[in-house]
Nanobody, 117 residues
C-alpha cells in the first residue's frame, strides 16, 4: 500500500492562505494521477482538485481561481496552494493517489483546515 502523508493544515482567518503538502511513500507517485478532496462535517467527500501524471490540473468550480494544485515528482509530493480562503472551505482535506491501470486508489489520513470569519 502506498502511504500518503498530508501536512500544512491549520486555522486561518478568511482571506488568508495555506499550503497543503502530501508526500507519497512510493515512486508509483510519478505515474499516478493525484488529487485533493475535502469533507466537511455532515457532508460527503468532494473533489477539490486533481493533477495528472503529466501535470495537467483541474479544479472544482468552488475553488477555481483561488486554489492551485502542483506536483514535484522528484520529491513524490503534491501541493495545494489555497488563497482567499473562505469559511466554507473549512473541512478535512485528503490526498488521493489514483492509478487506474493498476486499479488502485490510496488515501491519506487527512489534514484539517479551519477558516474563521
Amino acid at each position: 500500500q502506498v502511504q500518503l502523508v498530508e501536512s500544512g493544515g491549520g486555522l486561518v482567518q478568511a482571506g488568508g492562505s495555506l499550503r497543503l503538502s502530501c508526500v507519497a511513500s512510493s515512486s508509483l507517485f510519478k505515474i499516478s494521477n493525484m488529487g485533493w478532496y475535502r469533507q466537511a462535517p455532515g457532508k460527503q467527500r468532494e473533489l477539490v482538485a486533481t493533477i495528472t501524471s503529466a501535470g495537467n490540473p483541474s479544479y472544482s468550480n468552488s475553488v477555481k481561481g483561488r486554489f492551485t494544485i502542483s506536483r514535484d515528482n522528484g520529491q513524490n509530493t503534491v501541493y495545494l496552494q489555497m488563497n482567499s480562503l473562505k469559511p466554507e472551505d473549512t473541512a478535512l482535506y485528503y490526498c488521493n493517489l489514483n492509478l487506474p491501470v493498476a486499479k488502485r486508489s490510496d488515501w491519506g489520513q487527512g489534514t484539517q483546515v479551519t477558516v474563521s470569519s
